[in-house]
């Protein structure tokens, strides 16, 4: 049974600092590109970042390029996303998700995804 489990999502104020965590049990992680997606009340699901399945590549909306970052332990089957210099706009629900075997050109697209996680919300008050 594959599953992706997410954590350490929150309330935090405008201008501190979360950090996400993924575990992906249930198939290779290493096989796997990794994206983290997020969607905010009454919006659709974007793409926030996306990391490589052997985590030599790295892709991120503009809206979060500089603050965010996208990381893997393969060791570990789990991807984390550094979230810095947090805004009110931030706040949304973010997925993680899995990728089987693409070559990566730039962020995944959640048609390209084969696994989802529940979701962790991430508060972030004015």
């Known amino acids: 049974q594959v599953q992706l489990v997410e954590s350490g999502g929150g309330l935090v104020q405008a201008g501190g600092s979360l950090r996400l965590s993924c575990v992906l049990s249930?198939?290779?992680?290493?096989?796997?590109?990794m994206g983290w997606f997020r969607q905010a009340p009454g919006k659709e699901r974007e793409s926030v970042a996306t990391?490589?399945?052997?985590?030599?590549?790295?892709y991120y909306a503009d809206s979060v390029k500089g603050r965010f970052t996208i990381s893997r332990d393969n060791a570990k089957n789990t991807v984390y996303l550094q979230m810095n210099s947090l805004k009110p706009e931030d706040t949304a629900v973010y997925y993680c998700?899995?990728?089987?075997?693409?070559?990566?050109?730039?962020?995944?697209?959640?048609?390209?995804?084969?696994?989802w996680g529940k979701g962790a919300l991430v508060t972030v008050s004015s």
């Open positions: 998700a899995a990728d089987l075997g693409r070559v990566l050109f730039g962020l995944l697209r959640s048609s390209d995804i084969n696994y």
């Open positions: 990391i490589s399945s052997s985590g030599t590549s790295t």
């Open positions: 249930g198939r290779t992680f290493s096989n796997y590109a």
